[in-house]
């Protein structure tokens, strides 16, 4: 490219130069001239430390990716005829796990003639919702793929209190005549916060 728009380390815009010339006005500053815009015409370049853009750049990277609140969807296995003692070991399992913030997929696998008895596999998921109902909400109702049924848990999200109606401000006294106006009441500041939430691929347990 013969021509580029450069911009300098100060941000400041030093406007269409030959490339060679604001080369040597980066290596001059001790600095690189680094493409920023390719696709404009002319190209922009800017003046910059290029070491300490990529530690930068890799830094802010490490830090939203702290801030990500990772999801893994987990399995529970049932069979029509689970007896009580497994049922209530992997429910415990899910309940801790919906606990923690994971997702979790309850599945009930049929064999032969048991596919007749689907209402069997309803029962059971029903019973599952209701034991876990403290910690969960479902996602996805009972649903049949082949010879499975399953139904998906999401833990159960924080109730966000509505707001209550503004408060009439109370009329008070005039001051006497001669004192001071009360100060002003300082205000308030409203902060909000958001979180990335990235979801992993269906981990299994039996």
């Known amino acids: 490219m013969p021509e580029v728009r450069v911009i300098d380390d100060a941000g400041e815009q030093l406007g269409v130069m030959n490339t060679r010339d604001a080369v040597k006005l980066a290596r001059e500053k001790g600095l690189d001239l680094v493409e920023v815009a390719a696709t404009a015409e002319p190209p922009v370049c800017r003046i910059i430390d290029f070491g300490k853009f990529q530690y930068e750049a890799k830094k802010k990277a490490n830090e939203a990716k702290k ?61 599952l919702e209701k034991d876990l109902a403290d910690v969960s909400e479902v996602e996805a109702r009972p649903r049949m793929e082949g010879n499975q049924m399953f139904l998906i848990f999401a833990p159960k999200k924080h109730k966000v209190a509505k707001p209550s109606a503004p408060r009439q401000p109370q009329q008070q006294p005039a001051p006497p005549k001669g004192a001071p106006p009360p100060p002003p009441e300082p205000e308030v500041e409203a902060v909000a916060a958001t979180a990335q939430v990235t979801i992993e691929p269906e981990g299994t347990t039996s």
Do not use: C
């Open 67 to 127: 801030k990500q609140v990772i999801i893994t969807v987990k399995e529970v296995k049932f069979r029509p005829g689970t007896d009580d003692h497994d049922y209530n070991f992997k429910m415990k399992h899910a309940h801790d796990w919906l606990s923690e913030g994971d997702k979790v997929k309850a599945t009930i696998f049929f064999r032969g003639r048991e596919i007749t008895h689907r209402e069997l596999g309803s029962s059971l998921l029903a019973k």
